[in-house]
C-alpha cells in the first residue's frame, strides 16, 4: 500500500535526524556523562514510543509498560549474565533455565526476551483488548503489578527483591540509536496503517468504528503486543546499560516517569512521544542534581526527598489542566511540515448493487424484559428503491434498526442481509456483508481529517492492492466533499458533518445504507441538498436506502415505499399516497377523534 | 469446619475493607467518571490523623472521629484544588491528573511526615482474640465485619431517603439531566467527594488497627486492590463494587489458605489474574453499570 510508504518515510526521518545528530555528538563531541544521559534518552524515547504505539492509537492510557521493560530486562540478563557469576548469585537456577543462561551475545539475550515477552503479552491481551477506557487502563495496573510480584517471588531466577547484578555493559549511545530508530520506525508506520488508523478511529468513536467494518478488540491486541515488544527492547537496552538492578527500578516511579513523558509532548503523535522525553529527561536531570542539596547562587539548598517525582507530577497536571494535547498536538511534526499531496479520486469500478440484493426482514420481535418493544415485523427492502421508517416516539424504529444492524438480535424473527442472519456475526462484519449506516446523533472519528475518517471504512472493503484513500476520495466525490479532505472532521459544519457520515458509509460500497434521521436539525437549504445527494446515490448506483425520519415531508418527498411501526407493531406499509390516505397512520399520528372527525 | 468458618471471617473483614474502598472510587466515578488514584492517600490521611489525634493526648474515640472528618475534608479540598479544573474532560485526562495528585501527596507525607512507618497505639481492647467454641476470633476481625456492614446499611439509606442521596443517584444516571433539574452540580459532586472520603477514612481507619502503624504508601497496595475491585463488579456500578470488593477478599483468602508454601509469594498475582480472567467472560464486569445504584 504506497500511502504507508511515503508519509511513514518522511516521518521517521524527520525524527530520527535529531536523534542520529545527537548520538553522534555525545560519542564525538562530548563528555562521558553527557554521553551517559544521551544514551539513557534513547533508551527512554524507545520505552515511550513504545508506549505510544499503544495508548496513543487506542487512547487507553497504558500502567503496563515498564512491567514490560522489566520483563526485557531480566529476560536478556539471564541469558548474557556473565557464567561466572551464576554459581554465587543464582546458585538455584532451574535446570532448564541453567543450561541456557549464561555468556549468550547481546542480540540473543534480545531475541530471547522478546520471545517471551511476545508469548505474555498476547496471554494478557487476549482479556485486555474486550477491555476500553478506564477498565483497560486498569488491567494494564493489574499486569504490573502481576509482573512485579512474580519478579519478587521468583528468587530463585531473578534474586526476589535483591539486587540483579554481573550483567555485561555493552549499550552506548549507538546501540541504543538504532533500536530507538527503529522503534520510531515501527510505531510512525504502524500509525498509518490500516490497523493503526483503524484503532484511532475506535479511539475517537467504538461504536462508528464498528459500524465502519473494524474489528476493534483484533486492532487493540496488535497494538498492545507490538507495543510491548518495544517497550520491552527499551527494558533489554536498560539492563545491559546499568548492568545491574532490581524489581523497583521497574515499577511506579518508572511508569510515573515514562507517563509523563509521553502526555507532555502528547499522547497522539511519535513526535510527541519523542519530544516529550527529551523534556522530562532535562527536567529529571536537573532536579536529580537539586535533590541531594546542591548550592545555587552561594545559598545551601535542603536536601528533599522525591523532588524529581513532584516535578514530574506538576508537570503532569501542568498539562493536563492548559493543554491536553501535549505540546505537539493532534498532529505529526511531518505532517505539518510536508503535507501530503491532494490525493486523487479513483472510482473503484463500482458495479451497481445487483437485482437480487435484499434485505429481509421476517418477523422480528423483541422483548426487553416483559415489555414488547417490537412484535412480528416483516418486510423487504431491495436495491435502488427509497424505503422510508416512520412511527410515532416510542413506536420500535431505534430497536428494528438496531436488530438489522445485527446490534441487538431479535428475540423472534430474523434479518437477512443479502442471505445472511445479521444476529449470527459479529457487529463489525455487518458492514461488510454490504449494509453501511448513519447515525442519529452525528458520530464522526472527530480527530481524523475526513480523508482518514472515510479512508477507515474503505479500509474494510478494500481488495489486495487497491488504493483505499482513493476509493474513499470518490466517495468524498459523491456527496460533494473532495476539496475538505485534509480538515479535521471537528472543523466542519453541522450539514457536511452529515454529509460525511454518509461518504464514509458510502465508502463501504453497501447494496443498502440505513440513514437513521439523516435531516435532523438541518435547515430547509441542506435538506434540499441531502435529498439531492441521495437522489444520485441511487440513481448512480442502484444503492437500496432505508430512510428513518421524524420529518414527514422530507419522507413523502423522498421515498417511493413507506413502512410505518406504533408501539411495536407495523400498522401500515405502501406508496407515500397510500400512507397518506390510510386512516390507521393518521390515528397514531393525530390521535382519534381527530381522524373520526 | 471451624478452619472453614475462621477463613470465612478472614475473608468477609479483608474483603469488607476492599468492598469500602472499590465503593468510595465507584461512588466517584459513578458521578464524574473519575478513577480516584488519590483515593489511598485519603487512607494515609487518616492514619496520620489518628495518629496525631492520639500523640496529641485524645481518647480513642475522639481520635477515630478526628481522623474521620479529616478524610472528609481532604477529600472535598481535593475535589476544590485538584479535579475541579479538569471537570468534564475525558477520563484519561481525570486518571492522569488523579495519578500525580497521588504521587505528589506521597512525596509531601515522606518530606513532612515522616519516610519511615510510624506506629500507633491502637487500645488493647480492639487487638484481643474473641473465643467461642472452637473460634478463635479477632476482635479487630470482628469489628472490621460489623463497620462495613453498618457503612453500607449506611449509604444505602442515605442514598434511597434522603434528598441529597437521590440526586447523588439520579447524577449516577445521567448528570446532565440532574443540572437541567436545577440541582447543583458542585454541591452533588462535593458530596460524593465527602462520602467516598468517609469510606476512605474508615478502611484506613480498619486497616490502621489491623496493622498498627502509618506509612506514607499505607494507601497505595489496599487501593490497587480496590480499583480490580472496582473493575470486576463493573466500573460505576456501586452494588459491582461491593460485590467486586468481597470477591477479591475471598479470592486471596482461598489462595492464602491453599496455595503449595512454594508459591504464597505469588498470591498477589494469581488473586489479580484470576479476576481479571473474569473479564474474558464478563468484559463490562459482573454487575454492569445498567443495574444502577441498587445496593
Same mark, same amino acid.
Given at each position: 500500500m504506497p500511502r504507508i510508504g511515503m508519509q511513514a518515510i518522511k516521518g521517521t526521518i524527520t525524527l530520527a535526524l535529531p536523534l542520529i545528530a545527537l548520538a553522534i555528538c555525545a560519542e564525538l563531541f562530548f563528555p562521558a556523562a553527557f554521553a551517559r544521559l544521551a544514551t539513557l534518552y534513547l533508551i527512554y524515547v524507545t520505552a515511550v514510543v513504545g508506549m505510544q504505539i499503544y495508548s496513543g492509537n487506542s487512547g487507553i492510557i497504558s500502567f503496563g509498560h515498564a512491567g514490560f521493560m522489566a520483563l526485557g530486562a531480566y529476560g536478556s540478563s539471564l541469558l548474557t549474565i556473565q557464567p561466572a557469576i551464576i554459581s554465587t548469585s543464582l546458585p538455584n537456577l532451574p535446570g532448564w533455565l541453567a543450561a541456557i543462561a549464561g555468556g549468550q551475545p547481546l542480540f540473543v539475550g534480545m531475541a530471547g526476551a522478546l520471545l517471551v515477552v511476545a508469548i505474555?503479552?498476547?496471554?494478557?491481551?487476549?482479556p485486555l483488548a474486550r477491555l476500553g477506557g478506564a477498565a483497560a487502563s486498569i488491567a494494564t495496573l493489574g499486569f504490573l503489578v502481576i509482573v512485579h510480584v512474580t519478579l519478587v517471588a521468583s528468587t530463585d531466577i531473578t534474586r526476589g527483591s535483591q539486587t540483579f547484578f554481573g550483567v555485561p555493559r555493552g549499550v552506548s549511545a549507538f546501540p541504543a540509536l538504532i533500536v530507538a530508530v527503529t522503534a520510531v520506525a515501527l510505531a510512525r508506520t504502524y500509525r498509518g496503517t490500516r490497523g493503526g488508523l483503524s484503532l484511532r478511529a475506535a479511539r475517537e468513536d467504538e461504536i462508528a468504528a464498528l459500524a465502519c467494518g473494524v474489528n476493534v478488540v483484533r486492532q487493540r491486541f496488535v497494538a498492545w503486543v507490538l507495543s510491548g515488544l518495544v517497550s520491552a527492547s527499551a527494558g533489554v537496552l536498560l539492563a545491559h546499560f546499568l548492568g545491574a538492578f532490581s524489581p523497583k527500578d521497574f515499577y511506579f516511579n518508572l511508569t510515573f516517569l515514562l507517563m509523563s513523558m509521553l502526555i507532555l509532548g502528547g499522547i497522539s503523535t511519535v513526535s510527541g512521544a519523542v519530544g516529550g522525553t527529551a523534556l522530562i529527561v532535562i527536567m529529571v536531570d536537573l532536579l536529580r542534581r537539586l535533590e541531594g542539596g546542591a548550592e545555587v547562587f552561594g545559598l545551601q539548598l535542603p536536601e528533599v526527598f522525591g523532588l524529581t517525582d513532584i516535578g514530574v507530577g506538576l508537570v503532569i497536571l501542568a498539562v493536563m489542566y492548559r493543554l491536553r494535547d501535549g505540546l505537539f498536538g493532534l498532529r505529526e511534526v511531518d505532517e505539518r511540515l510536508f503535507p501530503e499531496p491532494v490525493v486523487r479520486a479513483n472510482a473503484p469500478r463500482q458495479t451497481p448493487v445487483s437485482d437480487d440484493a435484499l434485505i429481509s426482514i421476517e418477523g422480528v420481535g423483541r422483548r426487553f424484559s416483559g415489555l414488547v418493544a417490537l412484535e412480528d415485523v416483516s418486510f423487504i427492502v431491495r436495491p435502488g428503491v427509497v424505503t422510508g421508517l416512520i412511527g410515532p416516539n416510542g413506536a420500535g424504529k431505534s430497536t428494528l434498526i438496531n436488530a438489522i444492524s445485527g446490534v441487538v438480535p431479535p428475540s423472534s424473527g430474523r434479518v437477512l442481509l443479502n442471505g445472511t442472519d445479521t444476529a449470527l456475526v459479529p457487529v463489525n462484519a455487518v458492514p461488510t456483508l454490504g449494509l453501511g449506516r448513519t447515525f442519529q446523533n452525528i458520530r464522526l472519528f472527530r480527530n481524523l481529517t475526513v480523508l482518514e475518517n472515510v479512508t477507515v471504512a474503505a479500509d474494510a472493503v478494500a481488495r489486495p492492492g487497491e488504493d483505499s484513500r482513493a476509493a474513499a476520495m470518490a466517495a468524498l466525490a459523491m456527496v460533494g466533499m473532495q476539496d475538505d479532505a485534509s480538515r479535521p472532521a471537528n472543523s466542519l459544519?453541522?450539514?457536511?458533518?452529515?454529509?460525511?457520515?454518509?461518504?464514509?458509509?458510502?465508502? *463501504?460500497r453497501p447494496s443498502f445504507l440505513l440513514l437513521d434521521e439523516p435531516a435532523a436539525g438541518m435547515n430547509p437549504a441542506e435538506t434540499d441538498a441531502l435529498i439531492g445527494v441521495l437522489r444520485q446515490i441511487r440513481a448512480d448506483h442502484q444503492i437500496?436506502? *432505508?430512510?428513518?425520519e421524524h420529518d414527514l415531508k422530507l419522507i413523502m418527498r423522498l421515498c417511493d415505499h413507506i413502512v410505518v411501526l406504533n408501539k411495536g407493531q407495523m400498522i401500515a406499509e405502501g406508496t407515500p399516497d397510500e400512507i397518506r390516505a390510510n386512516p390507521a397512520v393518521i390515528e397514531a399520528y393525530i390521535g382519534k377523534r381527530r381522524a373520526a372527525a | 469446619m471451624d478452619i472453614f468458618l475462621q477463613q470465612l471471617l478472614n475473608a468477609l473483614s479483608l474483603g469488607g475493607t476492599y468492598a469500602l474502598l472499590a465503593l468510595g472510587l465507584?461512588?466517584?466515578?459513578?458521578?464524574?467518571?473519575?478513577?480516584?488514584?488519590?483515593?489511598?492517600?485519603?487512607?494515609?490521611?487518616?492514619?496520620y490523623a489518628i495518629c496525631f489525634a492520639l500523640i496529641w493526648g485524645l481518647p480513642f474515640p475522639l481520635a477515630v472521629i478526628a481522623g474521620l472528618s479529616v478524610a472528609m475534608v481532604a477529600a472535598f479540598l481535593m475535589e476544590r484544588v485538584a479535579f475541579r479544573p479538569v471537570r468534564g474532560a475525558s477520563g484519561t485526562t481525570l486518571l492522569l491528573t488523579s495519578f500525580a495528585v497521588s504521587a505528589i501527596l506521597r512525596v509531601l507525607f515522606q518530606n513532612l511526615i515522616s519516610a519511615r512507618p510510624i506506629p500507633v497505639s491502637i487500645p488493647a481492647s480492639l487487638s484481643g482474640v474473641l473465643t467461642v467454641g472452637p473460634l478463635h476470633l479477632g476482635m479487630i476481625q470482628l469489628i472490621s465485619i460489623i463497620v462495613t456492614l453498618v457503612m453500607l446499611l449506611g449509604l444505602n439509606l442515605f442514598l434511597h431517603r434522603t434528598m441529597a442521596g437521590r440526586a447523588m443517584r439520579a447524577a449516577a444516571e445521567d448528570f446532565a439531566v440532574l443540572r437541567l433539574m436545577g440541582l447543583r452540580a458542585n454541591s452533588v459532586v462535593a458530596t460524593a467527594f465527602v462520602i467516598s472520603g468517609l469510606l476512605a477514612g474508615v478502611a484506613g481507619l480498619l486497616w490502621v488497627a489491623q496493622r498498627g502503624s502509618v506509612d506514607p504508601l499505607m494507601g497505595a497496595l489496599p487501593v490497587l486492590k480496590a480499583f480490580i475491585a472496582a473493575i470486576i463488579g463493573g466500573l460505576g456500578s456501586l452494588s459491582g463494587a461491593v460485590a467486586g470488593g468481597f470477591l477479591l477478599g475471598f479470592i486471596e483468602v482461598i489462595l492464602q489458605a491453599y496455595l503449595p508454601e512454594s508459591l504464597l509469594p505469588y498470591?498477589?498475582?494469581?488473586?489479580?489474574?484470576?479476576?481479571?480472567?473474569?473479564?474474558?467472560?464478563?468484559?463490562?464486569?459482573?454487575l454492569a453499570r445498567k443495574t444502577l445504584v441498587k445496593l
Amino acid at each position: 500500500m504506497p500511502r504507508i510508504g511515503m508519509q511513514a518515510i518522511k516521518g521517521t526521518i524527520t525524527l530520527a535526524l535529531p536523534l542520529i545528530a545527537l548520538a553522534i555528538c555525545a560519542e564525538l563531541f562530548f563528555p562521558a556523562a553527557f554521553a551517559r544521559l544521551a544514551t539513557l534518552y534513547l533508551i527512554y524515547v524507545t520505552a515511550v514510543v513504545g508506549m505510544q504505539i499503544y495508548s496513543g492509537n487506542s487512547g487507553i492510557i497504558s500502567f503496563g509498560h515498564a512491567g514490560f521493560m522489566a520483563l526485557g530486562a531480566y529476560g536478556s540478563s539471564l541469558l548474557t549474565i556473565q557464567p561466572a557469576i551464576i554459581s554465587t548469585s543464582l546458585p538455584n537456577l532451574p535446570g532448564w533455565l541453567a543450561a541456557i543462561a549464561g555468556g549468550q551475545p547481546l542480540f540473543v539475550g534480545m531475541a530471547g526476551a522478546l520471545l517471551v515477552v511476545a508469548i505474555v503479552a498476547a496471554l494478557f491481551g487476549l482479556p485486555l483488548a474486550r477491555l476500553g477506557g478506564a477498565a483497560a487502563s486498569i488491567a494494564t495496573l493489574g499486569f504490573l503489578v502481576i509482573v512485579h510480584v512474580t519478579l519478587v517471588a521468583s528468587t530463585d531466577i531473578t534474586r526476589g527483591s535483591q539486587t540483579f547484578f554481573g550483567v555485561p555493559r555493552g549499550v552506548s549511545a549507538f546501540p541504543a540509536l538504532i533500536v530507538a530508530v527503529t522503534a520510531v520506525a515501527l510505531a510512525r508506520t504502524y500509525r498509518g496503517t490500516r490497523g493503526g488508523l483503524s484503532l484511532r478511529a475506535a479511539r475517537e468513536d467504538e461504536i462508528a468504528a464498528l459500524a465502519c467494518g473494524v474489528n476493534v478488540v483484533r486492532q487493540r491486541f496488535v497494538a498492545w503486543v507490538l507495543s510491548g515488544l518495544v517497550s520491552a527492547s527499551a527494558g533489554v537496552l536498560l539492563a545491559h546499560f546499568l548492568g545491574a538492578f532490581s524489581p523497583k527500578d521497574f515499577y511506579f516511579n518508572l511508569t510515573f516517569l515514562l507517563m509523563s513523558m509521553l502526555i507532555l509532548g502528547g499522547i497522539s503523535t511519535v513526535s510527541g512521544a519523542v519530544g516529550g522525553t527529551a523534556l522530562i529527561v532535562i527536567m529529571v536531570d536537573l532536579l536529580r542534581r537539586l535533590e541531594g542539596g546542591a548550592e545555587v547562587f552561594g545559598l545551601q539548598l535542603p536536601e528533599v526527598f522525591g523532588l524529581t517525582d513532584i516535578g514530574v507530577g506538576l508537570v503532569i497536571l501542568a498539562v493536563m489542566y492548559r493543554l491536553r494535547d501535549g505540546l505537539f498536538g493532534l498532529r505529526e511534526v511531518d505532517e505539518r511540515l510536508f503535507p501530503e499531496p491532494v490525493v486523487r479520486a479513483n472510482a473503484p469500478r463500482q458495479t451497481p448493487v445487483s437485482d437480487d440484493a435484499l434485505i429481509s426482514i421476517e418477523g422480528v420481535g423483541r422483548r426487553f424484559s416483559g415489555l414488547v418493544a417490537l412484535e412480528d415485523v416483516s418486510f423487504i427492502v431491495r436495491p435502488g428503491v427509497v424505503t422510508g421508517l416512520i412511527g410515532p416516539n416510542g413506536a420500535g424504529k431505534s430497536t428494528l434498526i438496531n436488530a438489522i444492524s445485527g446490534v441487538v438480535p431479535p428475540s423472534s424473527g430474523r434479518v437477512l442481509l443479502n442471505g445472511t442472519d445479521t444476529a449470527l456475526v459479529p457487529v463489525n462484519a455487518v458492514p461488510t456483508l454490504g449494509l453501511g449506516r448513519t447515525f442519529q446523533n452525528i458520530r464522526l472519528f472527530r480527530n481524523l481529517t475526513v480523508l482518514e475518517n472515510v479512508t477507515v471504512a474503505a479500509d474494510a472493503v478494500a481488495r489486495p492492492g487497491e488504493d483505499s484513500r482513493a476509493a474513499a476520495m470518490a466517495a468524498l466525490a459523491m456527496v460533494g466533499m473532495q476539496d475538505d479532505a485534509s480538515r479535521p472532521a471537528n472543523s466542519l459544519p453541522y450539514g457536511a458533518q452529515r454529509r460525511l457520515e454518509i461518504a464514509r458509509a458510502l465508502a *463501504l460500497r453497501p447494496s443498502f445504507l440505513l440513514l437513521d434521521e439523516p435531516a435532523a436539525g438541518m435547515n430547509p437549504a441542506e435538506t434540499d441538498a441531502l435529498i439531492g445527494v441521495l437522489r444520485q446515490i441511487r440513481a448512480d448506483h442502484q444503492i437500496g436506502l *432505508l430512510v428513518v425520519e421524524h420529518d414527514l415531508k422530507l419522507i413523502m418527498r423522498l421515498c417511493d415505499h413507506i413502512v410505518v411501526l406504533n408501539k411495536g407493531q407495523m400498522i401500515a406499509e405502501g406508496t407515500p399516497d397510500e400512507i397518506r390516505a390510510n386512516p390507521a397512520v393518521i390515528e397514531a399520528y393525530i390521535g382519534k377523534r381527530r381522524a373520526a372527525a | 469446619m471451624d478452619i472453614f468458618l475462621q477463613q470465612l471471617l478472614n475473608a468477609l473483614s479483608l474483603g469488607g475493607t476492599y468492598a469500602l474502598l472499590a465503593l468510595g472510587l465507584a461512588v466517584v466515578f459513578s458521578i464524574i467518571g473519575l478513577i480516584n488514584f488519590a483515593h489511598g492517600e485519603l487512607m494515609t490521611v487518616t492514619g496520620y490523623a489518628i495518629c496525631f489525634a492520639l500523640i496529641w493526648g485524645l481518647p480513642f474515640p475522639l481520635a477515630v472521629i478526628a481522623g474521620l472528618s479529616v478524610a472528609m475534608v481532604a477529600a472535598f479540598l481535593m475535589e476544590r484544588v485538584a479535579f475541579r479544573p479538569v471537570r468534564g474532560a475525558s477520563g484519561t485526562t481525570l486518571l492522569l491528573t488523579s495519578f500525580a495528585v497521588s504521587a505528589i501527596l506521597r512525596v509531601l507525607f515522606q518530606n513532612l511526615i515522616s519516610a519511615r512507618p510510624i506506629p500507633v497505639s491502637i487500645p488493647a481492647s480492639l487487638s484481643g482474640v474473641l473465643t467461642v467454641g472452637p473460634l478463635h476470633l479477632g476482635m479487630i476481625q470482628l469489628i472490621s465485619i460489623i463497620v462495613t456492614l453498618v457503612m453500607l446499611l449506611g449509604l444505602n439509606l442515605f442514598l434511597h431517603r434522603t434528598m441529597a442521596g437521590r440526586a447523588m443517584r439520579a447524577a449516577a444516571e445521567d448528570f446532565a439531566v440532574l443540572r437541567l433539574m436545577g440541582l447543583r452540580a458542585n454541591s452533588v459532586v462535593a458530596t460524593a467527594f465527602v462520602i467516598s472520603g468517609l469510606l476512605a477514612g474508615v478502611a484506613g481507619l480498619l486497616w490502621v488497627a489491623q496493622r498498627g502503624s502509618v506509612d506514607p504508601l499505607m494507601g497505595a497496595l489496599p487501593v490497587l486492590k480496590a480499583f480490580i475491585a472496582a473493575i470486576i463488579g463493573g466500573l460505576g456500578s456501586l452494588s459491582g463494587a461491593v460485590a467486586g470488593g468481597f470477591l477479591l477478599g475471598f479470592i486471596e483468602v482461598i489462595l492464602q489458605a491453599y496455595l503449595p508454601e512454594s508459591l504464597l509469594p505469588y498470591r498477589d498475582a494469581f488473586a489479580i489474574l484470576v479476576v481479571i480472567a473474569v473479564l474474558l467472560f464478563r468484559p463490562q464486569g459482573l454487575l454492569a453499570r445498567k443495574t444502577l445504584v441498587k445496593l
